[in-house]
Every structure is written in C-alpha cells, then in structure tokens.
C-alpha cells in the first residue's frame, strides 16, 4: 500500500510500513495523532488474543502524539521517525512504566531510569506505545506466569524467542518499529516468524546502557520493523557512542537511510551451497535459491564459499551465555529460585557449577572460531543464510538443557545465528517467502564488522523488487 493512496482510511494507517507512515505525516495527510489512534485501536481489536504487550501506555502515547502534531504543525520536523507510534522489549529500562525482562518476580521493577536506547527513540520524536512481552531473562522460553505472544499468522507457530512481542506487535500492526535484542539469535527468530525485517548490529554499535542482560559480550540491541528502509530509520537514531555505555562503538554513524539507495551490482554475497541449501529443508532451500535468483539479477555476485559451523558451537555457545547470565542475575539467583521458570534456572544452575577451566577454554575457542569466520568472509561483503535449516516450530516456548547445550531443536536453531553473535557482526533479516502452514520464512545476510549500511543496501535492494516485506497476516481469528 502506498502512502499517497487518495481516501487513505484509518482503519488501513496500522498496515503501512514506517516509511511510508512517516511520508503520510510529513506529507500532512494524516497527523501523529491520527495514526497513533489508529494504532491503539488495533492494538485494542486485537492483542486480547495475541498478548504482544505486557503494559500499554496508552494515555502517555496520546499526549506524546499530540505534541508531535503541534510540532509538526509548527514546522519542527525531528527526522523520519517524529510522530510514529513505537514500542520497546520489556528489557528496556523506562521511567514511566515498569521493566521486568520477562521475569514473574520483576512485573513490577521500576528502575526511574530510561535506557540510552528508550531516551534516543523519544528525542527523535517516536510515540512509545508500551512495553512488549519476551522470553524469561531474553532466554528460550516464557515463564509460565507471564502471557505468551502469539503468532499472528498461525497461533498454532512459534512466535520466536526472545523478542517475541517484538515481532508479533510489528506484524500485526500494533507499531511501526520495536526494539529487539539478540543473544544467540533473539532478533532474527521473531523477525523470520513473524515476516518482517530485523537488524542485528555490529556489538555495540547500539548502546545497552539500561537495558537488563542475558550475557553482556553476546547480547546486541536492535531495530525491528517492516523493510530495510524501517531499520534503517531506526538505527540511525539509536546507534552510536554513550558515555554510560564504554562498550558502545565510537565510530561515526552514517546515514543508514541514504545507505538504502542505488544499485548494488558488483557487490559479493558468499554462499555455503551445502549448508544452506542441500541441506535445507526444501521449503527453505527454496527461499534460499529465490534470493540468490533475485540478488543475481540485480548484479551482485554469488560466490562459493565455506563457512565454518563447528559441531560444537552450541556447547561453547552455552557456557559462554551460561557464566555471563549467573553474573547478570547475582543477588536474584539462587536466593529467589522459586521466581524463576526451568529453562532458566537450569542454565543458572549450568552458570554456577562451570569452573575456570571451562570458561577460559570457551573464551579461547571462541577466539579461534572468530578467525576462521574472517578468513572465509574474506573478500565478501556478506554471506547469505537460512535463520533455521527447517520450517518455524510449532511451540510457544523452546526449552535448551543447558548441561549439554543440546535442547529440543537447540543445536538446528543456533546453527545460523550464533556466528553472528559470537563475533559479533552486523546480520540483517528479511522475509523471504511463507511455508505450507502459511508461515514466513526470513533469511539472513551477515557482513562485517561496521557494514550495516551495505546491508542495509543489499536488503533495500531485494525489497526493491519483492513483495514479501509487503504482505500482512490476516488478523481475522484475533478480532
């Protein structure tokens, strides 16, 4: 749908992209607080059923609308995100609506504070709708006291972890954009489930200062939203060094909007055939070939490659998260174990008992692995991925047993994120196609270190001439 489409109703203003709700506002066809009451009202029909929102600040949504209105009526103009409904996982801190990370035992933990991310969001003139539900501590699965999002193109399937509310409230028109974070994977699940676009930046080109951890040299905060352009707008505003964040990257931010424009013939996409098509399941490897198709004809060149997935990933990855979460929950754990839901405790308990030995041999594969990723990357300006090698679950939760590193379905599902997280590259999501169920199914291009605005191009680029970005659930069955 176009924002310029004449006799534009209310009632459609939800199922545009940010982009286009941003053009629609400065364009004066419709004000911030048009659309944010248009948002609400879906967020009113249908997150009864769908429970993306763990708390709704409806009230303070519409007075920031209104000053955005008069702003804008003013001739104040904050950037592309001023006046656009948004909304934050419940692991951002905020001053005006309690943060609990997923956790029964912090419903209600007021901090006084905003995170870097909440306050950057607001001075760029965003309306924060509420705070969104997640997986317990940003881990695999929801605590059992505390609503599960639903996928809004099938109940039935998994909705992603840990930014599931991220996800679905994006899908279903209930934001414009919403804040994810990524651990092992935790951006580019919902984003894949859900059928929209999700960026997972280079390690602190996004500050976590006041947002809750699961492991603080794996975890990345991020944008989640329709398209590449959406994303873009997004880390633009959010990305950047922080003096309350000495991990966050100093480097100038680009324009990662401008980024978004022109050709991208010449550009070199690696892939693994191997890995991520012959031994894809073949809904997936079928995606997967389609974005090479499209990639290939609009110039960029596929090159062969062999990128390492040692069999042991999932084990290391599992120690390295497991001592940096018994870190981030000291003081709460095990004094308040009874708060807690198995998943997590378990990996807590995990956490306690690994010894020096184990976590320095894990920081030093690490290292290793982080090597051989740059070596086969050499020479490439991403490399394409499936985000799982099969179809989406069908589950709310995906529970890991920490002692092995080898849940249900733990070792498929990491098998494509964690090399991101591990070295901490920038991976871009986008929707690639819908599986039998009526799923989306989503891919991934991983770059280098400091190369969103190339991803940012290769995904604008794809969405230039795809419409799967552009496809919208049928929100019926929650109504």
């Given at each position: 749908?176009?924002a310029?489409t004449?006799?534009l109703?209310t009632?459609?203003?939800?199922d545009?992209?940010?982009?286009?709700t941003?053009?629609?506002?400065?364009?004066?066809q419709?004000?911030?607080?048009?659309?944010?009451?248009?948002?609400?009202?879906?967020?009113?029909?249908?997150?009864?059923?769908?429970?993306?929102?763990?708390a709704?600040?409806?009230?303070?949504?519409?007075?920031?609308?209104?000053t955005a209105t008069?702003e804008r009526?003013?001739?104040?103009?904050?950037?592309?995100?001023?006046?656009?409904?948004?909304a934050?996982?419940d692991?951002c801190?905020?001053d005006?609506?309690?943060?609990?990370?997923?956790l029964a035992l912090?419903?209600?933990?007021?901090?006084g504070?905003?995170?870097?991310v909440?306050?950057?969001?607001?001075?760029?003139?965003?309306?924060?709708?509420g705070?969104?539900?997640m997986?317990?501590g940003?881990?695999?699965?929801?605590?059992d006291?505390?609503a599960v999002?639903?996928n809004?193109?099938n109940s039935?399937?998994?909705a992603g972890s840990?930014?599931?509310?991220s996800?679905?409230?994006?899908a279903?028109g209930?934001?414009?954009?919403?804040?994810?974070?990524?651990?092992?994977?935790?951006?580019?699940?919902?984003s894949?489930?859900?059928g929209?676009?999700?960026?997972?930046?280079?390690?602190?080109?996004?500050?976590?200062?006041g947002?809750?951890?699961?492991?603080?040299s794996?975890?990345?905060v991020?944008p989640?939203?329709?398209s590449?352009?959406?994303?873009?707008?997004?880390?633009?505003?959010?990305?950047?060094?922080d003096v309350?964040d000495?991990t966050a990257?100093?480097?100038p931010?680009p324009?990662y909007?401008?980024a978004?424009?022109?050709?991208?013939?010449?550009?070199?996409?690696?892939?693994?055939?191997?890995?991520?098509i012959?031994?894809?399941a073949?809904e997936?490897?079928?995606?997967?070939?389609?974005?090479?198709?499209?990639?290939?004809?609009?110039?960029?060149?596929?090159?062969?490659m062999?990128?390492?997935?040692?069999?042991?990933?999932?084990?290391?990855w599992t120690?390295?998260c497991?001592?940096?979460?018994a870190?981030?929950?000291?003081?709460?754990?095990?004094?308040?174990?009874?708060?807690?839901?198995?998943?997590?405790?378990?990996?807590?308990?995990?956490?306690?008992?690994?010894?020096?030995?184990?976590?320095?041999?894990?920081?030093?594969?690490r290292?290793?692995?982080?090597?051989?990723?740059?070596?086969a990357?050499?020479?490439?300006?991403?490399v394409?991925?499936?985000i799982?090698s099969g179809?989406?679950?069908?589950?709310?939760?995906?529970y890991?047993?920490?002692?092995?590193g080898?849940?249900?379905?733990l070792g498929?599902?990491l098998k494509?994120?964690a090399?991101?997280d591990?070295?901490?590259?920038?991976?871009l999501t986008?929707?690639?196609g819908f599986?039998?169920?009526g799923g989306?199914?989503?891919?991934?291009?991983?770059?280098?270190?400091?190369t969103?605005?190339?991803?940012?191009?290769l995904?604008?680029?794809?969405?230039?001439?795809?419409?799967f970005?552009?496809?919208?659930?049928?929100?019926?069955?929650?109504?």
């Amino acid at each position: 749908m176009n924002a310029h489409t004449p006799n534009l109703s209310t009632r459609d203003i939800p199922d545009l992209s940010l982009m286009d709700t941003s053009r629609l506002i400065a364009s004066g066809q419709a004000t911030p607080l048009d659309v944010t009451q248009a948002v609400l009202k879906r967020v009113s029909e249908v997150d009864g059923a769908l429970t993306a929102y763990i708390a709704l600040t409806a009230d303070r949504a519409l007075a920031q609308a209104q000053t955005a209105t008069d702003e804008r009526a003013a001739g104040m103009d904050r950037g592309p995100l001023h006046g656009i409904p948004f909304a934050l996982k419940d692991l951002c801190e905020t001053d005006f609506a309690p943060t609990s990370a997923g956790l029964a035992l912090l419903r209600n933990n007021q901090t006084g504070r905003n995170a870097t991310v909440t306050t950057r969001l607001e001075q760029a003139g965003c309306v924060t709708i509420g705070k969104l539900g997640m997986t317990e501590g940003a881990y695999s699965g929801h605590n059992d006291k505390m609503a599960v999002p639903k996928n809004p193109w099938n109940s039935k399937l998994w909705a992603g972890s840990s930014s599931s509310g991220s996800g679905v409230s994006v899908a279903a028109g209930m934001a414009f954009g919403a804040i994810g974070s990524d651990t092992g994977g935790s951006i580019r699940f919902p984003s894949g489930c859900n059928g929209i676009t999700g960026m997972k930046g280079t390690w602190g080109r996004v500050s976590r200062h006041g947002v809750f951890a699961l492991a603080d040299s794996l975890d990345h905060v991020g944008p989640m939203a329709r398209s590449a352009e959406d994303c873009a707008a997004v880390m633009t505003a959010i990305a950047g060094a922080d003096v309350s964040d000495p991990t966050a990257l100093m480097a100038p931010v680009p324009d990662y909007l401008a980024a978004c424009a022109g050709p991208i013939r010449g550009m070199r996409i690696g892939i693994d055939r191997a890995a991520v098509i012959d031994g894809a399941a073949p809904e997936t490897a079928a995606v997967i070939a389609e974005a090479i198709a499209v990639y290939e004809s609009l110039g960029a060149q596929i090159v062969p490659m062999s990128f390492p997935f040692p069999a042991d990933a999932v084990d290391q990855w599992t120690v390295l998260c497991a001592i940096e979460v018994a870190l981030a929950h000291q003081g709460r754990f095990p004094e308040q174990r009874d708060g807690y839901a198995p998943h997590l405790s378990e990996l807590l308990d995990y956490g306690l008992s690994l010894t020096a030995k184990d976590v320095g041999a894990a920081m030093q594969w690490r290292l290793v692995y982080n090597g051989s990723v740059a070596r086969a990357m050499h020479g490439l300006d991403a490399v394409l991925f499936p985000i799982t090698s099969g179809p989406m679950p069908e589950l709310d939760n995906i529970y890991g047993a920490p002692t092995a590193g080898k849940g249900e379905n733990l070792g498929d599902m990491l098998k494509f994120t964690a090399p991101a997280d591990f070295t901490g590259c920038p991976s871009l999501t986008l929707p690639g196609g819908f599986d039998s169920r009526g799923g989306p199914i989503g891919f991934q291009l991983m770059g280098h270190a400091l190369t969103e605005d190339k991803l940012f191009k290769l995904g604008a680029a794809f969405q230039r001439v795809t419409d799967f970005h552009t496809k919208r659930p049928d929100l019926t069955p929650f109504r």
